[in-house]
């Protein structure tokens, strides 16, 4: 692709020739292309590639135009065309369905090169610090992902951008190699002589990223014991390396060689040779092994040699005879002929063990084995894999869809209210009632969701497949036929649903019932008929009724009676009521005297509603009323008052009811000729009421009764199961309910229904809805749970149980099917009869081989058949239970295979010969006593006498008997306090939620008990008889919740009119503790008080003033004999509870309204006689709103008395203005605030209702009676009542525990286990909440850690020479520890090892011996390998970055001889990675190092002295200016060469004056008048070579005094200086005393000095004074 320059593509775009006219062609001839040659054409970048098909069938076109160097465009004629490049092309057109074929392939980052080696010219630091900054490529590049063939990076870059081709790396500087100190010089490799020694060190950090090699690791050093007595050593045999192991030359062969060589000797055939005698043998053996066991063990032995030669101590071989005659060592030896393993071909491979599709589960694995067909032998290769897997997939078109599992539920419980109470609510003796909030659980549980599915595709493959046979279309579809009825699904493990797990608790509500309320009883009515339309019979009642105010749960037929009735006589339905009377009109149209008043009535049914007048015709009307209309001089009455409130509301022989009225004197009469006053008895008049008998009936009514089935009802009340949803499902009946209703007479008890009224009458019977009857759903069974085989340690098979169990998805209710009883089922498992598992079996040891009698017959005894041997065996692989098995499954399951060759020795005629030891003797006790073991002489042996020497060949052993003492003792802390287990742990198929799970109580801690033997080697506890542990009673406090006091009362509504509020309280009692229940919010001010504040409603006709008549009145200043003129009236006022029937008892004056109280006394003038006399005022009249002075009230009264002759009567009337808020007022609505949320006396938490209160304001303020807004018209727009909720108080609800998990170690003493649990339901509310421990361990049983462990390697072993190759040893034991890492452990038994695999540290390749070499005299050679080193990090310190790890071990030459340092080999190390290495620095460090001499070294920062390492930079500068050098502690070198010491330290010189010690100075510190410090103490100083200077002002100075010589005691002025102070002390204490001392004077004058007398205080030298 083609792309102009930057100049050129701007000057493309930008102009456009055609436009030009000075540019075109034919105007400027020019440019014509043979004559304009700097023109040129330029192309632009290729365009989107285009097409309508995806793929290759794409094309992009670019711009191609003319152009001049000098950036200026023409038209593209100017050009030469023959030379115009292509401006279209095809293209890969790429879609999006191309993103899953194509993606980028990024190649491996290259090496990382400097930034300096790219950049020309550029030089490389030559100091390099930390790192330098180089830059890494990478090969980037769009492929088809089918076979990585390469693509056009277009199509990939039209998803993502390319990935970066190049980054930013860091190179590390070179790490030079860094080596140990050297360690301490060997002894002098000879006794006499000359000889070396040496020191060795090793390779700590190998040499990186280009840093210099390792130095020497060996130091030389010549050496001279001093001189040889005798001729030095110079040769020694020297043992080589056995040859590989070969057979021996054919039987063909062997026999030609013996033809060969027959020609002379004695003809012998009745003796053979003894290589044909082995011959005759051999074939035997061969023909009775081959007869015996499988081709698995065709072992061959052969021989094989080695040479022995002898070496000069220069290391040049010279003949054998120069060594010294010994015994050679064998040079020829049986062995087994090595044979490789070798296996079959690969199995075909196993099915996929995913039988189903998902792609969301995770892949199935398919296997393939194969079977050993040659066991190794010998040094033969190990036997490769017998088994190897893969992952896949099922394939096929026949594959069905895996199982899909998901949670299932049961339906959820009755809602309970209980469970949300708390410890102080459930101790009430009756929680029945309870409602509102409450909680309901259910159980979860796992089933397969597509199980019908599968089952049904199962079904549909078996009919295809007949269908196939038959040739037949089937008519419908088969998957119709798949059934929708909803069964429960059968339930499975709950580890195979991986979703979130429902809910298994929630919320939910009890509707509280409503209580039916009713009103007071109203007034007993007239006396009537039962039935006004059949007034038949004379049989009346009185009745009393009562409404309901609010309606109850259930309708109004839970409420009591409403109406009580009372048998009267002479009833009737209608009756006159006298509504008023006119005035009184005298007769005879006289003024004054005798008169009458015409009644006002109604006619009124027996509810006292107005009828009409015709209905009471046939009753006599009310007839008129006499009265009296005073004249002048009569006395005056006022009109009798209103009836009084009956006092009974019933009659009988002791109890009467009375009624009273009374009337006053408002004018008394004249002297002469006027009517007299009435007697004081006149003015009140009582009358009876309420004459009917106290017999009062109603009728009563019980509690309805179950809702039964109506026999006239068609419907069926059938069956029914739940939906999906939880609601019925299918139709239910109608039934009927029955109640019980009788007449009651009160206080008496039931009595015939005659008594009661038909007319008001419960009915008995209603109808009502049947519940649906719900039968039991439970869930088939699950599958039996798996029997795992298990064996006990004798190896016996572990009996075990299999269950199965099934869960109640719908509880049976309402006289559905009962739930079956048995929900779990048990059965024993059934297991095999011995133990799964495979073991070696051996076979007898062959007969002991020799080498070949034609290799050995040099030897001493070759013509014996005797010697040193192999003999081989073989093994085989069996079951526990002795059954063949096949040898793969001991190489894969059972122990290391045992070995099948050792090493004999068939005895030769003088050796000695004796039985294999006995076992010991038994012990009688431990600890006493002794037991032995013998053996024999066998064969001739008993007879030589070398044989019978006891102390070479002993015959008994004896040794002490095990004395096995045995020492418990605890280990560890103790475990969380654990409850006992309280029931089987949760159930695998269901989860449920559990109620208050027992938490707290006595449990037991433990701690683990540890058993050791007399040797402090743990051993099993039963030895201690203990079964592990101390066990412990421990408390897990109870929570307690928080407890309050019962609700006091209510108090009183705290306004008498209007809304106001009432207060009911608790008193906190115990603070909740242990986690308990927190209280709710207390009284912020006390925290010891909880209130409930709501809003209450009183009448404001509750209570009202009940005034009495006025007295009589009290004239004072008037002329007594016509008793009037100005008096005094007065009455009692009483504040009285208001009752429909009027007032009924008198309360507490406060709680009526003062401003309504009416007067006790009032003033007034009596009218005297032919005074006008009137009524009292009426009530004023309402003003008109709005309230304005404009506006007037009146009230009025009416003349009584008309006056005499020549007297008025005053206004009959009053006026006054409107004035607001004192006769006139506004009213208006004010709504409160809503209360709290007000629950049912029995609900705890739930729904509830918040109000408000309505209240009727007049304008001043003042809340009135609702009446006064109602006579408004107001509007009312506001909502009293709204619903809540208040927060249920759930309880933190914890899963189950789980069962407690496998120990943390296997061994040892600091296993734990541990068991959790978990949070089901958090805490909401004031519920209590989770408590923190969620999880709980305690200790495993301790046992010993038993593992295989090699011993240290053995010398070299060479036979019976001094040098050369040999063979070193180690065992391999069984060791037990506590698996700490701290205990070392100790050898046990190897039986107790027996149960592990035979490892050492994992390395399953058992290695107990290995060649070796040793060195001749004189040989330099190679040391062994050094350990590994600590782990070293290859890092950049300050940039943190890490480059890997590595550890390194190294071989260090060492010498013997001096003339043999030019034939030593190359020192050799090697490394590897290893992981956590640490990052070191290495600096310079100075000083004396073992040497008075200076010395400069290089340190690493974990404090080892090293070698390599610190910065090539020169090292830092000693004191070698002072001479001698300044190495003492705390000196230094001054420029002048003098060797000081620091500062705080004095210099101690010796003899020749050379500083030898700078030892710390002891200061004196004197104080002065300015020091606050009055102590004399003794301090280092701090600087005492720096001048004091005192400052202006101040008081004194302090003086630094050297009182120490150089060896630290004290100088002889010092004591001097003592001594002299001392004397000055003395001295200055006489003078004082002598000065103070006075003659004696006058007692007078010594009073007056002694008031004079100055107080004194002695000083002590402490300026704090």
Not at 376 to 381: C, Q
Not at 693 to 704: E, F, L, S
Not at 1084 to 1101: A, G, K, L, T
Not at 1385 to 1413: F, M, N, P, Q
Request: overall charge neutral.
């Amino acid at each position: 692709m083609c792309y102009q320059s930057d100049d050129q593509y701007r000057a493309g775009p930008m102009l456009r020739p055609e436009l030009r006219p000075e540019l075109r062609p034919e105007l400027r001839p020019e440019l014509r292309p043979e004559l304009r040659p700097e023109l040129r054409l330029l192309v632009g970048p290729w365009g989107r590639c285009m097409g309508s098909d995806c793929g290759p069938g794409g094309s992009q076109s670019r711009a191609v135009w003319c152009a001049h160097v000098d950036g200026w465009t023409t038209l593209h004629t100017n050009c030469d065309q023959g030379q115009r490049p292509s401006n279209q092309r095809n293209c890969f057109r790429v879609c999006d369905w191309h993103k899953s074929l194509y993606d980028w392939k990024l190649g491996a980052w290259n090496e990382c090169v400097p930034v300096s080696a790219r950049t020309f010219g550029a030089m490389r630091p030559f100091l390099c610090s930390g790192g330098e900054e180089g830059i890494q490529t990478r090969e980037v590049g769009c492929v088809l992902q089918s076979d990585e063939s390469p693509a056009e990076d277009d199509i990939c870059e039209y998803f993502e951008p390319q990935p970066r081709l190049e980054q930013a790396c860091l190179i590390p500087c070179p790490q030079d190699c860094v080596v140990s100190e050297y360690s301490p010089w060997t002894s002098c490799s000879k006794t006499c002589g000359t000889g070396l020694r040496n020191r060795v060190r090793s390779v700590l950090v190998p040499p990186l990223f280009g840093g210099a090699i390792c130095p020497n690791l060996t130091e030389f050093q010549s050496c001279k014991p001093g001189p040889c007595k005798g001729p030095e050593g110079m040769y020694s045999l020297r043992v080589g390396l056995w040859i590989p192991c070969a057979l021996p030359q054919t039987r063909s062969a062997r026999q030609a060689k013996r033809r060969k060589g027959k020609g002379g000797g004695p003809k012998d055939r009745g003796v053979k040779d003894p290589e044909t005698r082995e011959l005759i043998q051999k074939k035997r053996n061969r023909n009775r092994l081959n007869r015996q066991e499988s081709p698995f063990w065709d072992i061959q032995v052969g021989y094989q040699t080695r040479d022995v030669t002898c070496i000069h101590r220069n290391g040049s071989a010279v003949g054998r005879n120069l060594c010294t005659p010994r015994g050679l060592p064998p040079t020829v030896q049986t062995c087994v002929l090595p044979k490789d393993c070798q296996g079959s071909d690969w199995s075909d491979w196993s099915p996929c063990s995913k039988t189903c599709t998902d792609p969301e589960a995770p892949s199935g694995v398919r296997n393939r084995t194969r079977k050993v067909l040659q066991f190794p032998v010998g040094d033969g290769e190990e036997c490769p894999s017998l088994e190897e897997s893969e992952a896949c997939e099922p394939q096929g078109d026949d594959v069905r869809p895996c199982a899909i599992y998901t949670w299932r539920t049961t339906e959820w419980s009755d809602c309970r209210v209980d469970l949300l109470l708390s410890q102080q609510d459930r101790r009430r003796s009756n929680l029945t009632g309870l409602c509102g909030g409450g909680l309901q659980t259910r159980e979860v549980y796992c089933v397969q969701a597509n199980a019908q599915l599968l089952a049904n595709l199962s079904d549909l493959r078996e009919k295809e497949k007949g269908q196939a046979q038959r040739q037949q279309q089937p008519s419908a579809p088969p998957l119709l036929s798949i059934s929708a009825q909803s069964t429960a699904s059968r339930p499975v493990e709950n580890k195979l649903c991986q979703g979130p797990v429902p809910n298994r608790s929630q919320l939910c509500h009890i509707p509280c019932p409503i209580e039916c309320q009713v009103s007071p009883w109203g007034a007993w009515g007239p006396c009537t008929f039962e039935n006004c339309q059949d007034q038949a019979g004379k049989k009346g009642f009185k009745l009393r009724r009562r409404r309901i105010t609010n309606e109850p749960t259930g309708g109004p037929g839970n409420c009591p009676h409403l109406v009580e009735a009372v048998p009267c006589d002479e009833p009737s339905c209608y009756d006159w009521r006298l509504v008023s009377l006119d005035r009184c009109v005298p007769d005879d149209d006289k003024t004054c005297g005798p008169g009458t008043q015409v009644a006002r009535v109604q006619c009124v049914n027996s509810n006292g509603e107005e009828v009409d007048m015709s209905l009471c015709s046939s009753l006599a009307a009310p007839e008129p009323v006499t009265c009296q209309v005073p004249c002048s001089r009569d006395c005056v009455l006022s009109d009798w008052t209103s009836w009084s409130t009956c006092s009974q509301t019933c009659s009988s022989k002791t109890i009467e009811g009375k009624q009273m009225r009374t009337r006053s004197v408002l004018a008394y009469n004249a002297g002469e000729g006027g009517a007299l006053c009435p007697n004081s008895s006149s003015l009140q008049e009582v009358r009876n009421c309420n004459e009917h008998a106290c017999t009062v009936y109603h009728w009563q009514t019980g509690p309805w009764g179950p809702c039964t089935e109506d026999p006239s009802s068609l419907n069926l009340n059938t069956s029914v199961r739940l939906g999906a949803s939880g609601d019925v499902q299918g139709p239910c009946a109608t039934g009927m309910q029955t109640r019980k209703v009788i007449c009651v007479r009160v206080n008496v008890g039931q009595v015939p229904p005659k008594k009661c009224p038909d007319g008001p009458r419960p009915s008995a019977m209603r109808p009502c809805r049947l519940a649906c009857k719900k039968d039991c759903a439970v869930t088939p069974f699950s599958d039996w749970t798996s029997c795992p085989v298990t064996c006990d340690e004798a190896g016996n098979v572990e009996s075990k149980k299999q269950s199965r169990k099934r869960l109640i998805t719908q509880a049976a209710s309402n006289g559905g099917q009962d739930c079956p009883e048995v929900l779990e089922e048990e059965r024993d498992c059934e297991l095999p009869k011995s133990c799964p598992g495979f073991r070696w079996k051996t076979h007898k040891w062959r007969k002991c081989q020799l080498v070949p009698w034609f290799l050995r017959q040099e030897s001493p005894a070759a013509q014996e058949t005797c010697g040193p041997g192999l003999q081989t065996r073989a093994v085989s692989c069996r079951q526990l239970d002795g059954t063949q098995a096949d040898i793969g499954a001991c190489l894969k399951h059972a122990k290391a295979m045992p070995a099948i060759t050792q090493r004999c020795q068939l005895p030769c005629q003088d050796d000695c010969q004796l039985t294999n030891w006995s076992k010991f003797s038994s012990c009688t006790a431990d600890c006493v006593g002794v037991r032995t073991r013998k053996r024999a002489l066998i064969g001739r042996s008993k007879k030589k006498d070398k044989c019978k020497n006891t102390q070479m060949y002993p015959l008994s052993e004896t040794q002490y008997c095990p004395c096995d003492k045995y020492n418990a003792q605890p280990v560890g802390n103790w475990s969380d306090c654990i409850l006992p287990e309280g029931g089987r742990p949760e159930s695998m198929l269901g989860m449920k939620v559990q109620g208050d799970i027992k938490e707290c109580g006595q449990g037991y801690r433990y701690q683990a008990m540890v058993c050791y033997d007399q040797d402090s080697r743990l051993v099993e506890t039963t030895r201690c008889n203990s079964h592990g542990y101390i066990e412990e009673a421990c408390i897990i406090a109870c929570p307690s919740d928080c407890k309050l006091s019962e609700w006091s009362n209510w108090s009183r509504c705290s306004k008498s009119c209007g809304s106001g509020v009432k207060v009911r309280s608790k008193w906190l009692r115990e603070k909740p503790y242990n986690g308990g229940r927190p209280c709710p919010k207390l009284d912020h001010i006390s925290q010891v008080r909880v209130y409930e504040v709501v809003p209450c409603q009183s009448d404001c006709n509750q209570y009202v003033w009940v005034a009495e008549p006025w007295s009589v009145w009290k004239v004072s200043n008037v002329d007594l004999k016509e008793n009037c003129g100005e008096g005094v009236q007065t009455r009692k006022v009483r504040c009285m509870l208001n009752t429909i029937d009027g007032p009924s008892e008198a309360v507490e004056d406060y709680l009526c309204d003062p401003e309504e109280m009416p007067l006790g006394a009032r003033e007034s003038r009596l009218p005297c006689p032919e005074d006008c006399v009137l009524n009292d005022w009426g009530a004023w009249s309402r003003c008109s709103l709005p309230c304005t002075r404009t506006n007037s009230r009146v009230r009025t009264a009416f003349t009584i008395r008309w006056p005499g002759v020549g007297r008025q009567c005053p206004d009959s009337s009053d006026k006054e203005p409107c004035s607001l808020n004192l006769n006139c007022f506004n009213y208006f609505y004010n709504i409160t605030d809503w209360s709290t949320c007000q629950l049912s006396p029995n609900a705890v938490c739930g729904s509830g209702i918040k109000t408000r209160m309505l209240d009727c304001v007049r304008s001043d303020g003042k809340s009135v009676d609702l009446k006064f807004c109602e006579e408004m018209n107001l509007e009312k727009k506001w909502q009293m009542n709204i619903s809540c909720t208040v927060e249920c108080p759930v309880n933190c609800q914890l899963s189950d525990w789980s069962a407690w998990s496998e120990c943390s170690q296997t061994c040892g003493l600091e296993g734990k286990m541990w068991r959790r649990r978990s949070v089901v339901q958090a805490s909401q509310g004031d519920g209590r909440p989770c408590p923190p421990l969620m999880e709980q361990w305690k200790p495993c049983p301790v046992r010993p850690c038993y593992r295989w462990q090699y011993s240290a390697w053995s010398e070299c072993r060479v036979e019976g020479v001094v040098c050369g190759h040999g063979v070193r040893y180690r065992n391999l034991s069984c060791s037990v520890s506590d698996g700490s890492g701290e205990d070392e452990g100790g050898l046990v038994d190897e039986e107790l090892c027996g149960s592990l695999e035979l490892a050492v540290d994992g390395d399953t390749e058992i290695r107990l011996k290995e060649a070796c070499t040793l060195p001749c005299p004189g040989e330099c050679y190679l040391m062994e390998w050094s350990d590994w080193s600590s782990c070293v990090s290859a890092c950049v310190k300050g940039a943190g970055v890490d480059f890997g790890s590595v550890q390194v071990r190294s071989r260090a030459v060492m010498a013997q001889e001096p003339e043999n340092l030019q034939l030593c080999p190359d020192q050799a190390w090697e490394s590897q990675t290893c992981s956590g290495g640490e990052c070191y620095d290495y600096k310079w460090m100075s000083g004396r190092l073992n040497s008075t001499r200076p010395n400069i070294w290089c340190q690493r920062s974990d404090g080892l002295n090293v070698t390599g390492g610190c910065p090539p930079i020169n090292p830092p500068m000693d004191n070698s200016s002072c001479e001698p050098s300044c190495f003492m502690l705390k000196s230094f070198c001054t420029e002048a060469g003098v060797c000081m010491c620091e500062e705080g330290y004095t210099e101690v010189l010796g003899p020749g004056g050379q500083l030898e010690q700078c030892a710390p100075i002891p200061v004196l510190e004197i104080p002065t008048a300015g020091d606050k410090k009055g102590d004399v103490k003794t301090s280092r100083a701090i600087n005492p070579t720096s001048p004091v200077t005192v400052q202006p002002g101040r008081a004194g100075r302090t003086w630094y005094l050297q009182p120490y010589g150089p060896d630290g005691k004290l100088k002889m002025w010092v004591y001097g200086v003592a001594a002299g102070a001392f004397v000055l002390l003395i001295f200055i204490v006489s003078m004082i005393y002598l000065a103070c001392k006075k003659p004696k004077r006058p007692q007078r004058q010594r009073q007056q000095n002694n008031r004079l007398k100055p107080l004194t205080l002695a000083y002590d030298g402490d300026t704090d004074m």
